[in-house]
Every structure is written in structure tokens, then in C-alpha cells.
């Protein structure tokens, strides 16, 4: 997200600590929901090893709730994919509507990098704002906000991270990035979780 102050240093993993490649890595999305949901919302995780899929993981976080971080950090150590895993990709800081990610807390949790990517930057004044006056629990939320720091430009995206450096970001986007701009491993969670859509849209509305 765009921020007018200096960006707070990302949480970086020195090369010589780090044993699993970033090649191997796990993209989150959630699944559609209708704006008067609330409850549990899936998540899918698309796990790809370079260009190869290997598998999926699945879970749920609450809408607009504050178990995100556990969640996904959860679900990546008690995965068989676990041992390899190098790297958790997010589209965005949030799941489920406002459940916002701790990028840092979920890169020490699960043992592996973080890297949070949008196509454009955020309006991080109009997000501090909703955050803040709308949602529930909204300034800790904000506080996760800024612990990922600013976003930053990086293979024609913009990325915020933990435990990674902005040319090791770069490096690992490259091989997944095609004319959606979207990281594919991104792209094939998202069709994963629009699978596990909470209730379906009807002539009259969402059925459940």
C-alpha cells in the first residue's frame, strides 16, 4: 500500500538460514461470498513447485475476522507439502472480506517467506479510514496494515513482504507471471476456492 512515510524495513531472512527455495510455494485465496455473509469463509491454497502444481490445501477463516494468520500458518506446517515449502503468496493483506494477514507474525509462524501482491497500489488513506470507523477490532487491524510496510513496485506488481528481499521477490514472481499480470499460482487458487463459492447466486439472490 502506498504510504507517504519512509517504508519500515521488511523482515528479512539471511540466505544462510534459509533451507527450502522460494520456487516452492503456496498461493491463498478465498472464495466468493455474498456481501451479507457472515461466518466462515474458504480459503484454498494452490501449491506449486516452479511451474508444477502439486496439490491443494484448504481451510476457512471468519469474515472480516482476525484468525487469518493462524489459519494459513496452520495450514501450511501441518501440510505434507511442509518440508519444501519456501514461500506463502497472498493477493493483498486481507481474506474473507477485512481479515487481515500478519505478514511478519505468518512468516515466523510458518518458517516460510511472505509476499503480498497487488496489480496497483492501495489507497491506504481510504483503508486506514474503513478499518478504523467501520469494522470491528479495525486499529489492530490497522496495526497489521502497517507492519507490512508500504507496498513496493517490484516485476510489474506491487508487493509488501516478510522474510525476503525485494530482488529475491522479483525472482520468484518471474517465472509465474503472464499476461493477467497475476502470479499464476494466484490465478489457480482463485478458480480453486470459486469452487467452494458460500451459498450461489439464483434469479433471486443467493441461495445457501
Not at 61 to 73: E, H
Not at 164 to 173: F, G, I, S
Not at 179 to 193: E, Y
Amino acid at each position: 500500500m502506498s504510504c507517504a512515510r519512509a517504508r519500515a524495513p521488511a523482515a528479512e531472512t539471511p540466505p544462510a538460514r534459509r533451507r527450502r527455495a522460494l520456487s516452492h510455494l503456496v498461493a491463498f485465496d478465498d472464495a466468493p461470498f455474498p456481501r451479507a455473509f457472515r461466518g466462515d469463509v474458504p480459503v484454498v491454497g494452490a501449491v506449486c513447485a516452479r511451474d508444477r502444481l502439486e496439490g491443494f490445501l484448504a481451510g476457512a477463516v471468519r469474515r472480516d475476522g482476525a484468525n487469518a494468520t493462524a489459519v494459513l500458518a496452520t495450514l501450511v506446517r501441518e501440510s505434507r507439502f511442509a518440508p519444501q515449502l519456501g514461500l506463502i503468496l497472498l493477493e493483498g493483506l486481507a481474506l474473507a472480506g477485512f481479515n487481515v494477514v500478519d505478514l511478519p507474525r505468518l512468516a515466523a509462524a510458518s518458517g516460510c517467506a511472505v509476499l503480498a501482491v497487488a496489480r496497483r497500489p492501495s489507497d491506504q488513506r481510504a483503508l486506514r479510514a474503513a478499518l478504523r470507523d467501520r469494522v470491528p477490532g479495525g486499529r489492530a487491524k490497522w496495526a497489521r496494515v502497517e507492519r507490512a510496510g508500504a507496498q513496493e513496485p517490484c516485476a510489474g506488481l506491487w508487493v509488501q513482504r516478510a522474510g525476503l528481499t525485494l530482488a529475491e521477490a522479483e525472482r520468484a514472481l518471474a517465472p509465474h507471471l503472464g499476461p493477467g499480470r497475476l502470479p499464476a499460482p494466484l490465478r489457480l487458487a482463485h478458480l480453486a476456492a470459486g469452487l467452494l463459492a458460500v451459498g450461489r447466486r439464483g434469479r433471486r439472490g443467493w441461495l445457501y
